[in-house]
């Protein structure tokens, strides 16, 4: 058979070991292996159970080597922004806390007496977002003092898991851009940024960029496993992954549907004017030190989370069908408002928003649900207005990949919405991209663009116009 690779791909609700090979030009999937995710209580926290998340990885490889494959190379994906600090035996300390807990309110406040936000807009190019990692750490420091005074490192989820994988310690660039503390225009960390914060310098490694060689498994996970394997650095942020992926038309706007719906552009180089900040654009670091300029909406977190709470009946395609049903509900609510990010209940978040701004409120849940599709399909139109004025070009389509591009009816309403015809797919765009850097690392293709053409040429990518 021919050379196989593994991407560990880890959401917030979810994981998956896919497996991907080169066959006559195409890439090929397939998926060994899948588990649940999500945050617990612990501690009076919201955190990530990495312990079990490990255990996870570790019983897909087993998977994997259970169906007779051995792959050449892994690498693992997660999520942005959350970290482990290590100890100076290499010890977690404290609790992996979630981007969606509460401790990091006030945070921004503290951290703007040291710098002002434009400041570090023009130094970072990072979107203001409570959770960011920049803030986070303020939480430790007002809040654990003594484990920012213990730790001798700080590692991204993704990198923790690869160093209780191989043992050893890496930062990796795409997902350190996204703590808030990476200079844009030197790529590495912001010594000066870390001084004024009073974050110690010691916890910040090297940053590495995708495709970089950790090395083998740590010898207990040899042993455990009964194989060995090459660990590499893919584009750790999951966002970076799916960027890769997207077989993109011609001035095409970028959409990675999931939890978050992340919507913008690749640039050479990053966007860090005023104007850019009053938009809340970011400036994330992409594979090749390309810019992933875009912007953070909210996402199907909102419908994920009405879901759950209409009960285990409910699915998502009855959702789907309540809303369709409920088209001409009118209520329209800002899916950035911060009310969304951890609700108690979602579905009583979104009726207060719709009883404070005076319009109807939702009394079924289609009339619920019907209101968050419109109102994602407008966030998606508004922001491409955004990002056509910021940049400076007209896009002629969206382009949607993860795995929201399989809605068909929010991929309709989007279309309506912008008025560009939408190409949605591939659906595991995150998996690929993690894929097809450790197939570039290997030589499988010569460069990028010959990487994405073969994802072209590989998947079924639904096209949907306005109507």
Known sequence: MNTTYLAVDIGASSGRHILGWVEQGKTCLRELYRFENRAVHRNGRLCWDVDRLFEEILQGLEACREQGFSPASVGIDTWAVDFVLLDRNGDPLGDAVAYRDSRTQGMDRLVEEQIPFQELYRRTGIQKQEFNTIYQLMAVKQQEPQLLERAQRLLMVPEYLTYRLTGKMENEYTNATTTGLVNARTKTWDGELLDRLGYPRRLFGELRQPGFSVGGFAPRVRERLGFDCKVLLPATHDT????????????????????????????????????????????????????????????????????????EGVSFNALEKAARDAADFPSRVDVNDGRFLAPENMGEAVSAFCRETGQPVPATLGELAACVYHSLAQSYAQSIQELSALTGKSYTAVNIVGGGSQDGYLNQLTANATGLPVYAGPTEATALGNLMVQMLAAGEFPDLAAARKAVRHSFSIQEVLPC
């Open 240 to 311: 970076g992954s799916a960027f890769l992926a997207v077989p993109a038309k011609e001035d095409g706007v970028y959409l990675s549907s999931g939890t978050w719906s992340l919507l913008g552009t690749e640039l050479p180089e990053p966007v860090t004017t005023p104007e850019s900040l009053a938009r809340n654009f970011t400036n994330e670091g992409g594979y090749g030190y390309r810019f992933r300029y875009l912007k953070n909406i909210m996402g199907l977190w909102m419908l994920q989370s009405i879901r759950r709470e209409a009960g």
